[in-house]
């Protein structure tokens, strides 16, 4: 039998106050949310799935089960429900996943549901993430930089066009071109020549 944390057990009791109140959730999804305690990870996954079409307030609980599940699946599924509804309150989840996840796909779903709510909070964890030990990470960390739009961390951005993986640096280069306007090659130098002839007196 599958162990959950408390906060997500006391989700067992939610689908049937939701049913109580009308919500109908039954008919609209994959899964029957109650389905969230299952010990089987794709069922789990396929109920969050469903919470999330629910039209309820589901955030708070589907972040839950991105800290806490034991499957990297569900994290990753629960990773990606948050960066599609752009709920921005799973943010700070979404950067320990990116910084702290043992599984290479949630820190890449991590950091693509990251870009996609574009907070300029979550810039210093995803330049850190140029350097994750996946070359999936690094190229969605790139990419998401390219979303999140923080300048600040163009100079990490700049670092990662020497990357050993090729789509890292296109990643890494087209992010910069972004975020500066130019057109230049995917080269370390290239970029750095630029930097030091636009950096401000204060930089």
């Known amino acids: 039998m599958v162990k959950h944390p408390a906060g997500i ?34 069922v789990r996954r396929e109920a969050l799935l469903t919470l999330s079409e629910s039209g309820v307030d589901s955030a708070p609980i589907i972040v839950q089960y991105l800290v806490a599940d034991e499957d990297a699946l569900v994290r990753a599924t629960a990773a990606v429900i948050i960066g599609d509804f752009n709920w921005r309150e799973g943010v700070p989840q979404l950067v320990r996943a990116v910084q702290e996840d043992p599984s290479p796909i949630v820190r890449t779903d991590a950091c693509e549901a990251l870009g996609k709510i574009q907070d300029v909070q979550s810039g210093p964890a995803l330049a850190v993430a140029l350097r994750d030990p996946n070359e999936g990470v690094r190229r969605a960390a790139a990419s998401a930089l390219a979303k999140v739009g923080e300048r600040a961390t163009i100079p990490a951005l700049v670092n990662a066009l020497e990357d050993e993986d090729y789509g890292v640096r296109l990643a890494a280069c087209a992010a910069l071109a972004v975020m500066t306007g130019q057109n230049l090659p995917p080269r370390k130098t290239a970029w750095e020549e630029w930097l030091a002839a636009n950096r401000g007196p204060n930089q």
Do not use: F
Not at 21 to 37: F, H, V
């Open 9 to 42: 057990r006391t989700v067992m009791l939610l689908p049937c106050c939701l049913l109580v109140c009308g919500c109908g959730l039954l008919g609209i999804g994959r899964r029957d949310p109650r389905e969230l305690a299952s010990p089987l990870p794709d």
